[in-house]
């Protein structure tokens, strides 16, 4: 089993519309959690961090639920903009941060 | 935005050339990072370099070579590559090397092994 796990998609969505991803990790003693956004042929830039209580940064939602050992991000209102893939990311221990393969958005007219 | 920069951005070599990626960072931060990225897989920590000490090495094959002169510069040298070897490398900086910090990605060296 991977250790961060999320489907690869694509996920094909219409402009305006709300979609949501999960993102699922194996180890319990995992402490720190990051959304990544990569545009294709681009770097990595971070999203957002995740907290306990879940953080939101304007159209962005993401939330952390412990128990069941998974991450989530929601997007409302999508824009064109928005097409890219998601990185979802887990912080093991200092200077070990497991990423997930991505998921991939895309976002149509 | 020039935090991360890294070349050559695009490299073509054969499998007996030697070669070296270029990384530099302006954001004053003390760990560095190497990355592997192939197709439809999830980034491979390679090595992390805290205060210019090596301090992650994950199994990495001795045809890739790291050295960080200073907290702002890291090479990675290559020798004798595999065409399995043809992937994006990514070098990322971070403040302090801690889990919970953001890193800053460079743009990425797109080598391709013949």
């Known amino acids: 089993r991977k250790e961060v796990e999320q489907d690869p998609g694509p996920f094909n969505v219409p402009e305006g519309a709300t979609v949501a991803f999960n993102c699922t990790y194996s180890?319990?003693?995992?402490?720190?959690f990051f959304w990544y956004r990569q545009d294709c042929r681009k770097e990595p830039k971070l999203l957002m961090s995740v907290y306990s209580s879940g953080n939101e940064d304007g159209r962005f939602t993401a939330q952390l639920n412990r128990a069941s050992q998974y991450i989530s991000l929601l997007i409302r209102d999508s824009k064109l903009s928005d097409s890219a893939t998601y990185l979802c990311v887990v912080g093991r221990s200092n200077y070990q941060l497991i990423w997930g393969a991505g998921t991939k958005l895309i976002i149509k007219p | 935005e020039t935090g991360v920069t890294q070349t050559p951005r695009h490299l073509v070599m054969g499998m007996t050339n030697k070669k070296s990626l270029k990384c530099e960072q302006h954001?004053?931060?003390?760990?560095m990072y190497w990355y592997k990225q192939s197709a439809k897989k999830p980034l491979e920590l390679m090595f992390v370099y805290s205060l210019e000490e090596r301090v992650e090495n994950n199994s990495v094959p001795s045809r890739f070579s790291p050295e960080c002169p200073n907290s702002s510069h890291l090479f990675l040298h290559l020798h004798t590559l595999q065409p399995e070897d043809s992937a994006l490398y990514l070098c990322?900086?971070?403040?302090?090397?801690?889990?919970?910090?953001?890193?800053?990605f460079g743009p990425g060296t797109r080598l391709l092994v013949l």
């Open positions: 954001l004053g931060h003390n760990a």
């Open positions: 180890n319990s003693a995992s402490q720190s």
């Open positions: 990322a900086s971070s403040p302090n090397g801690q889990g919970e910090e953001t890193q800053y």
